[in-house]
């Protein structure tokens, strides 16, 4: 008798089994808007820069957590940070400075000085996070910062681009912004430079350059899409 | 001289003065940078302390720096934040720009830098407090909720998306002193559930940019709940009175059926029944007193009335033929005088036949009907006689033990219709037959057949093979047992009846005369109880030796009827008549009176109180002797007798 029912209830596991993952390889997918239909660009433009801005929100929090770690065990006295000269290797790239200037800006510029800063940080960061993977001065945790940090700027610039795409796709910007997209016309002299940096001023520069995309971002979107939420 | 001595004082009063000038006035101390805010990410404001200012007049600039540039600049505004503040309007203002911000005293003596402080604007953004907190009660189907709206700051610009702000509200009664907070997110709406009926409730809003800082906590807003009553009281008031009214009905029937619940879940323990116990004297502790109690007066019947109305005494008579008739269905009676009459109502006991309603109980106070009675117990013991012959043709012999029935060992005796029962079988008899019987002894058969070993005590006929005149000693089991209920001629006396005629020889000598005493009982003697056995065996033995003797004509051998039944006095005797065997002895007419009585006295069909039974013998008066057989026959008819049978030990 217990024989019978363990092969039964067996069965019956293997069944539900079966109907749970026919219901995840059926639904798994989020519904995708397919190209051409205006209602569902629109949502997904929307949706679109809602995860990029989450993104952006996420890698400023890491980059302020680890700048933070660096503040408390290598500086600890704040005239000695006075005094650095903290030259960020992307103050070459004119980003604006204020509520009015950003909103100056033209809506393909803003999403390129986004571009642009993006760009700028992906070799930076993934050389920084090798030299802290390599560094015994920094516990795991920081490492693992560093090298989420630097996943997240290429992601962020990949969803960025994809939000340039759409935005052009839409006809609200031009198609200009697709020529920045090489990293190579960016920062062709700035190599020398960001190696130097040491790897506080680096983190400084970081932690300020991901909140202006984030802000950014926040303008661009209130900008293109304007909700209540804004 | 004069001069000199003039210009003293005057000096004397500069070094004084420019002494005191000295302690008192010094540079202004060091001035210190509190803090730096900015409430919407456009303008900000630094604070500083002042030091000590050196007893002078002191005056305070605020020199900046912007990152990576050496143009210093001084601060545009002193006066718009307040004293010791700067002002940085948004022409001044470059967010993501590093400012270096010290400020400077100065006094007539000297000035003095306070420690440069490095300023971000991001991140020094402390907005205003969320302006026009309104409360509302909205009502619910689960009862009221409070819904509080707010707006950003006036001054914070979140719809360009310049600024995400998060808000925090919190609410609490009026009273008590913690707060409870709510993180509301970017939402400017929220509702907060489960107040308190008729509570007076204080809420606050306050807002924080994404990195920044806290503002201040808005003015309060004040909110009075209205009464109202929870639906989770009224269901439970309502289980509440439900459960109420179902224990108060329980209680109720309980109440009502208490005994039998008691007697259900407390079933009561049977006590001892038997009769004359005291549970407190066995308590107390006193066996003696115990067991003394016991012993009932009217237990065990011994001389009393009461055992003769339990008596039921019978004479057994070996027939082989009739062995079916004399058996017994005998449960009814089985049962001996084990009680005391009267004792009705307990039935754990156990009861005496002599209670049982099957078996018919007379009193002695029935001695009216007797009468009639002893007619319907000649009757059958015609009718007995008949069995007689039977049983006389068959063997004689006092091997009662063969033709004792199983029922025999148990010592029931036969009532006496239960005895005539199987009278019809035996009805067929011939008539010679019986006539040849009738010189044989005649035996008032009670019923059953008694085993001579048995224990009851009862009268049997013992027949021998000699009985005829020459038998010695006859033994009379008497035979105690009730009759019949349903008898209505029932006695509790035990059938004696002991119409033996042990005179065979005479009878056969008197064959014609016996025959006219077929219908009746033909013979009467006169029988005198010997004794009684330890069987509870009453021995009979015709009485030729006591008061007859004088006569000299009663002997042993003559074969003198002594079972002839003279009647039944009030007393429940017997009487025994001998039959006036002086006739054949001599025919002369010589005749004696016996005065023997027979008097046997009934005594209980027990075996544990054999002792007790006596038995005497008594002589009983003779009837007229010279009384033809007729009479006494007739006597006969009407001879039986309640014998009171003493014992004779």
């Known amino acids: 008798m217990p024989e019978n029912f363990r092969s039964v209830s067996a069965v019956w596991v293997g069944l539900v089994c079966l109907l749970f993952y026919s219901r995840l390889v059926r639904v798994g ?23 990029v801005i989450q993104h952006s929100a996420r890698m400023h929090g890491i980059s302020s957590d680890l700048h933070s770690e660096f503040e408390q065990y290598f500086f600890p006295s704040k005239n000695h940070i006075g005094r650095v000269n903290r030259i960020c290797h992307t103050s070459t790239i004119l980003t604006p400075n204020g509520k009015e200037n950003a909103q100056r800006l033209a809506r393909e510029e803003l999403t390129e000085v986004i571009l642009k800063l993006l760009v700028a940080w992906r070799d930076p960061l993934w050389h920084f996070q090798q030299s802290i993977a390599h560094h015994h001065d920094f516990n795991n945790f920081s490492s693992n910062k560093a090298l989420e940090m630097s996943d997240m700027v290429h992601e962020l610039r990949k969803g960025v681009e994809k939000v340039a795409e759409k935005m052009q796709m839409l006809g609200i910007i031009s198609n200009s912004v697709n020529s920045l997209t090489s990293p190579e016309a960016l920062i062709p002299s700035d190599r020398a430079e960001w190696r130097l940096m040491k790897d506080y001023v680096l983190l400084y520069c970081f932690r300020r350059d991901s909140n202006k995309v984030q802000n950014y971002l926040k303008i661009l979107k209130c900008r293109i899409i304007p909700q209540h939420e804004c | 001289m004069r001069r000199a001595v003039g210009s003293v004082p005057l000096l004397l009063m500069l070094f004084f003065i420019g002494h005191a000038k000295e302690t008192r006035y010094s540079p202004p101390g060091k001035p ?61 203002t470059s967010i993501w720009v590093n400012y270096n911000i010290t400020v400077v005293a100065t006094n007539a003596l000297g000035s003095n830098f306070s420690d440069p402080v490095d300023v971000d604007v991001v991140y020094i953004v402390q907005p205003h407090t969320p302006e026009n907190v309104t409360v509302t009660v909205m009502e619910d189907k689960d009862g009221p909720f409070l819904r509080v709206s707010w707006e950003p700051p006036r001054k914070a610009d979140t719809r360009s998306g310049w600024i995400t702000l998060i808000y925090e509200l919190r609410v609490k009664l009026e009273g008590e002193e913690e707060w409870e907070e709510h993180r509301a997110g970017q939402q400017k709406m929220f509702n907060i559930f489960s107040l308190r009926s008729g509570g007076m409730y204080l809420v606050q809003v306050r807002c924080k940019p ?88 009217g237990f065990p019947p011994t001389t009393s009335s009461d055992c003769e109305d339990l008596l039921v005494e019978y004479l057994e008579v070996y027939t082989p033929e009739e062995q079916e008739l004399i058996l017994e269905e005998g449960k009814d009676l089985q049962e001996g005088c084990l009680k005391s009459k009267g004792s009705p109502s307990d039935s754990d006991s156990g009861r005496g036949s ?73 009805s067929s008899r011939p008539l010679d037959h019986q006539g040849s019987l009738e010189t044989a002894r005649q035996l ?40 019949h209920p349903s008898n209505p001629q029932s006695q509790p006396r035990w059938h004696l009846q002991a119409h033996s005629d042990f005179n065979i020889s005479s009878m056969d000598r008197k064959q014609a005369a016996s025959g006219l005493q077929l219908p009746g009982f033909r013979s009467t003697e006169y029988v005198e109880v010997q004794r009684v056995n330890q069987e509870d065996m009453v021995i009979l033995q015709p009485l030729f030796s006591s008061s007859c003797q004088r006569d000299g004509h009663l002997q042993i051998g003559q074969g003198e009827d002594y079972s002839k039944v003279k009647g039944v006095d009030s007393g429940n005797m017997l009487l025994l008549q001998r039959e006036v065997e002086v006739k054949r002895e001599e025919e002369d007419g010589d005749r004696y009176s016996c005065d023997i009585q027979d008097r046997v006295t009934e005594s209980c069909y027990t075996t544990s109180t054999a002792a007790s039974s006596q038995v005497t013998g008594k002589p009983t008066s003779c009837a007229g002797t010279a009384m033809p057989v007729q009479e006494e026959m007739v006597l006969a008819a009407n001879g039986y007798v309640d014998q009171n049978i003493t014992s004779v030990h």
């Not at chain 1, 397919?34 to 809602?50: E, K, R, V």
């Open chain 1, 29 to 51: 997918a989020a519904p995708i808007c397919t190209n051409g239909q205006a209602g569902c660009h629109i949502l997904s433009l929307a949706d679109l820069f809602d995860r």
């Open chain 2, 210 to 297: 994404d990195h920044g800082f806290w503002s201040e906590w808005s003015s309060t807003t004040y909110i009075k709940v209205p009464d109202y009553f929870p639906r989770e009281t009224s269901v439970w008031i309502l289980i509440a009175v439900f459960s109420a009214f179902i224990f108060f009905i329980l209680t109720w029937i309980l109440n009502l059926k208490s005994n039998s619940v008691k007697h259900c879940l407390l079933p009561p323990v049977p006590g001892p029944k038997i009769k004359g116990f005291d549970k407190q004297l066995l308590k107390n502790g006193r066996s003696e007193e115990v067991f003394s109690a016991l012993v009932v007066p």
């Open chain 2, 444 to 483: 008032c058969l009670s019923d059953s057949l008694f085993p001579p070993p048995s224990t009851s005590s009862h009268l049997s006929y013992n027949a021998k093979e000699g009985l005829a005149l020459g038998s010695g000693q006859q033994e009379f089991y008497l035979g105690k047992k009730q009759t």
């Open chain 2, 32 to 92: 210190k940078l509190t803090s730096c805010r900015s409430p919407e990410k456009e303008t900000f404001t630094c604070w500083w302390e002042p030091g000590s200012d050196g007893g002078l007049p002191t005056t305070y600039a605020l020199y900046y720096r912007k990152e990576n540039s050496d143009a210093v600049y001084e601060c545009p505004d002193y006066h718009t934040a307040g004293e010791n503040s700067c002002f940085f309007n948004k022409n001044d």
């Open chain 2, 354 to 426: 002599c209670d049982s309603h099957t078996l018919l109980m007379e009193k002695c106070g029935e001695g009216e009907g007797k009468e009639e009675k002893h007619q319907e117990r000649a009757q059958k013991g015609k009718r007995q006689q008949k069995h007689q012959t039977g049983w006389e043709e068959g063997d004689v012999s006092h091997t009662r033990e063969d033709v004792l029935s199983p029922d025999m060992s148990e010592g029931r005796v036969k009532t006496w219709p239960s005895v005539f029962s199987p009278l019809p079988q035996y």
